[in-house]
């Protein structure tokens, strides 16, 4: 199986923090975002981890060599400043032709919740994490689920919210397939370029292509600005020692 990691934006909310580091350089508990991201997956069954690169790609490829993991791998999106992360999946389009996991480059988690998605049963082509909670703010990207299927996914949703999306999802069977030619079309004739990749996640689930696999009770941050990086500080030293080394792929 196999992980690709978004990495290629700046962290601009995280300024003067990432004005010449990307954000997933920046620190938590002793590791950098993306050392810690590699140390929760090599405790999965992934054999093969791309990091999608753009901002501060030659720091980033530092951080994959110093891992000392060989089947940890970089791609440098040159078009990380002129479009969001939906062509960078569009770069990454010719490693989607197997079954993979997509994680947002700002998505810190245990590895029980990647366990948990490669568990899930392969009931559709693409797969979402959800968790859920009381209340949703503008920054959410929030879901409208129904059983184990997902109906709309978006920041905007505001009737029928009762969830919100993690940052991760699996798609298996035809669903890399579904997912390269949907974003090529809206690379193509849409504004791809100004496009997060889960409008096209939203698509696909108002064609009752996706389900969801909740995450309730497990422990996950993401990294948006500077009180999310010290609110992951405590959430990430919580599942090992900081002196702990990133384990190898």
């Not at 002129?82 to 079954?99: I, R």
């Not at 968790?131 to 129904?146: F, G, P, S």
């Not at 496009?195 to 969801?212: C, F, G, N």
Request: proline residues 4%; charged residues 25%.
């Amino acid at each position: 199986m196999k992980a690709i990691i978004l990495s290629a934006g700046q962290g601009r909310r995280l300024l003067p923090l990432t004005e010449s580091s990307p954000k997933c350089a920046l620190q938590v508990a002793g590791r950098s975002i993306l050392e810690a991201q590699l140390g929760e997956i090599a405790k999965c069954a992934i054999d093969d981890v791309l990091v999608v690169t753009g901002f501060g790609a030659d720091r980033v490829d530092e951080i994959v060599a110093g891992v000392q993991a060989p089947r940890v791998r970089t791609l440098f999106n040159p078009f990380f400043a002129l479009s969001d992360n939906l062509g960078t999946c569009w770069v990454a389009g010719p490693e989607m032709h197997e079954p993979f996991v997509l994680i947002n480059g700002d998505t810190l988690f245990e590895s029980e919740i990647l366990q948990a998605l490669l568990s899930y049963p392969d009931t559709a082509p693409v797969t979402l994490v959800t968790d859920a909670k009381d209340a949703y703010d503008a920054d959410d990207m929030k879901v409208v689920v129904e059983g184990n299927h997902l109906h709309r996914v978006g920041k905007q949703l505001s009737e029928g919210v009762n969830g919100e999306s993690i940052g991760m999802m699996l798609f298996r069977g035809d669903g890399p397939k579904l997912f390269r030619s949907t974003v090529e079309k809206a690379m193509r004739y849409g504004e791809g370029v100004k496009r997060w990749y889960l409008s096209v996640i939203d698509e696909l689930a108002q064609q009752s292509l996706v389900e969801v696999c909740s995450i309730k009770g497990m422990s996950w941050c993401e990294v948006d600005d500077t009180a999310d990086l010290a609110h992951a500080q405590d959430v990430v030293a919580s599942w090992y020692l900081p002196s702990e080394k990133v384990a190898v792929l």
